[in-house]
Structures are given as structure tokens and as C-alpha cells.
């Protein structure tokens, strides 16, 4: 599977620069560099995390995403401040999270977690070809609920109006990934403390109907048997 590019491989001295931001410094054995790696955790994360700078100060906004091959799409009003500085086509950082466990050592030193991160370097432009503004929407709903994109009303011309579509490079990326048992010192595998690993997940509750269903509309199976 090919990889994100490595610094110097065809990049220019800005984007190689960049990339050694997101090389590992320690714990190198946790990073991996490889596509498919990094498109997984995109798409497996719930939401993501794109830093910028607006108006000089460092800004975060938290939001749900969807990916096509190394792009990934975000949306929101057309009022939203954030939003339409992305459209002039800046820099971003984006870091999305999965937390796997909790690694409880019998040292506090030694306690993490295990958990599948990504950070993401890219530049914003704002989405107006009517195909990919199309193909973004779907990415998304997609991303939050499979099966949703063919089921509900598509969005009037109004409300597309009202939608700002940014799109996201992944022009440089890596993952993190840590898992496994706790690595304890071995003068700490005397001590009496419970050590191992609590898994933590994301779980889906029953569906909770509209009050205002209407009669005799069927929950979808997509819905039913929905799984983060």
C-alpha cells in the first residue's frame, strides 16, 4: 500500500520542513506513515479537529467529516466565521482520536492508554462544483450514518445555499498507534497492583423514535443494527 509522502520525496523545502513536524520524536515504534492507516483512523473517527490560525490567536473547531481518496470534506453555515476563513485557503492541523482502553501499570509512570490517532497537515479551499459539492455531502452523511445519504429528503436549494463545503488536502499525515498490556519495570512486576487493560468503546443506545413520527413508519435496518 503506498504511504503519504516522506519528507523529500518530491516535496519542496516548505513541505519537507513541515513533514518533520509530524515525524515522530519519541517512541517511534508507534508511528506509522502508510496510507491505508491513516485513511482507517480518518474514517473510524467519529468527529476531528482542525487547528488554524484566525485573526493572529490558534483556533480549534471540533466536527464531523467525510473523506474521498486524500480529501477530506467539512460543512457548516455559510455564517459560520471559522468556516469562511477556511474558504480563503489556508493552512490546517487536523488530529482525530480513538481511544481503545485504558492501560492501567502498576506504575503511574507507566499507565497510558491505548488509543489509533492521526495528525493531519493540509490547505483548505472551498468546494463550489456542484458534483463535488455532491459527492462531499454524501461523504459525509455517509461517514455519520451509513445508509442515511439514500433515505432522507436531500437538502433544497435554499438549504444549499445556506451550506458552506470546504475541502481539506491531506497533503502530510501520520498515525499513532499504541495497544497491548501494560510495559511495566520489571522491579514493578512484584508489586502488589492490579495491572492490565480496560477496553473502552463507543456503543450505540436503542433508537429513541421522533415523538412526531409519523404512524406506521419502520425503523431502518441501517438504523436498527447501527454500530460506531
Not at 1 to 30: C, F, N, W, Y
Not at 76 to 100: E, F, M, Y
Request: proline share 7%; with cysteine; aromatic share 4%.
Amino acid at each position: 500500500m503506498p504511504h503519504l509522502p516522506l519528507a523529500g520525496e518530491g516535496q519542496s523545502a516548505s513541505v519537507s520542513t513541515m513533514r518533520d513536524r509530524i515525524k515522530g520524536k519519541r517512541l517511534q515504534e508507534l508511528y506509522d506513515y502508510d496510507r491505508a492507516t491513516v485513511h482507517g483512523i480518518i474514517d473510524r473517527a467519529m468527529i476531528c479537529n482542525v487547528g488554524l490560525i484566525r485573526d493572529g490567536y490558534p483556533v480549534v473547531i471540533p466536527t464531523i467529516h467525510g473523506r474521498i481518496d486524500d480529501t477530506l470534506y467539512i460543512h457548516g453555515s455559510i455564517a459560520a466565521g471559522n468556516l469562511n476563513d477556511l474558504r480563503r485557503g489556508v493552512d490546517v492541523c487536523v488530529t482525530v482520536t480513538i481511544v481503545d482502553g485504558i492501560v492501567a501499570a502498576r506504575s503511574l509512570f507507566n499507565s497510558s492508554m491505548n488509543y489509533r490517532s492521526a495528525v493531519i497537515y493540509g490547505t483548505t479551499r472551498a468546494v463550489e462544483d456542484p458534483a463535488e459539492r455532491d459527492a462531499a455531502l454524501r461523504a459525509i452523511a455517509e461517514h455519520v450514518l451509513p445508509g442515511r445519504w439514500g433515505d432522507a429528503r436531500q437538502a433544497s436549494a435554499s438549504e444549499d445555499r445556506q451550506t458552506r463545503i470546504i475541502a481539506i488536502s491531506i497533503e502530510q499525515a501520520s498515525a499513532k498507534v499504541s495497544s497491548g498490556p501494560p510495559e511495566d519495570e520489571l522491579a514493578d512486576l512484584d508489586l502488589d497492583v492490579w495491572a492490565g487493560v480496560i477496553p473502552v468503546s463507543l456503543v450505540a443506545g436503542v433508537p429513541q423514535p421522533d415523538p412526531q413520527l409519523q404512524p406506521g413508519v419502520v425503523l431502518p435496518d441501517y438504523i436498527a443494527g447501527y454500530q460506531p
